[in-house]
């Protein structure tokens, strides 16, 4: 702005002229030019529609059962094994097949094999212990056993009746005596069965010993007769208790004898090694097969 009365310039804040000295607060201020504001321009917000992926559903795939051809044939393990009617083990087992027994593997199912046998006979296995190889030793025909049986070495057929031959000398054994005093003597059957635990125990009336070795001595003589896969095991268990209770009919004599202060030998007869002896050999026999 400029003074009215000099024209010299001043300032907008200055109230008096810096030239003249006049008075400037009566001066009319020419007013600030007032900014121009621009109107805020609104972009519209731009919506992106959202994309649906579909779900993909997979199909659940269902392994099946895997067929071997009927000619595969595959063997029992050594000592056996269990089988069932359907691929359950939480149900029991329903045969018992014996080792080295062929078998034709028809279909697999997991870990269970769905086999026939050469008589037609169907059922389910672990599949898992079926060997490719028979075991030495295993399933032998009815006829292979004829014709093993026929050959075999003769000295060698005895130990076929060895455990029968056992249970009789048992029997032998239990009749004969067991205690020999001089001219008093016992048998099995007066010898109480108690006394096979106890030496103080005195005869009487009841279970005796004679019992025992009778009962053990017959189960013996059947067994070895029997053509099971179990029989011989039996066999050698009831020889082993035959001749335990002959052992300990000579361990309790022998402290009965030291009691007294006597020799064994002035007491003991030949009954207890009898039985003994039939025991040992019912446990090394070879049963029928």
Known sequence: MNCPR???PSG???RFCTACGMSLEQVTRPAAPIPQTMPAQTVPAQTVPAQTVPAQTVPAQTVPAQTVPA???MYVPAGG????ATPNGSL???ARLVAGTPLHVVQSQGGWAHVQAANGWTGWVDGRYLTAVAPAGGFVSASATAARAATAAPGQEWLRYLAAAGAVLAVLG???PWIDAGGASENAFG???AFLVDFKTTAGDGFNVGFVVLALAAATAALSFVKEPWAPMAVRVAGIVLAAVGLLFVVQLFRLASFFDV???DLIGVGAFLVIAGGVAAAFARPAT
């Open 71 to 73: 000619q595969t044939t």
């Open 174 to 176: 239990a009749l004969l």
């Open 12 to 14: 907008p804040d200055d």
């Open 6 to 8: 000099c024209a010299s």
């Open 81 to 84: 094994m269990s089988a069932w």
């Open 92 to 94: 029991p087992a329903v």
């Open 191 to 193: 010898t109480p069965a």
């Open 263 to 265: 020799s064994l030998s």
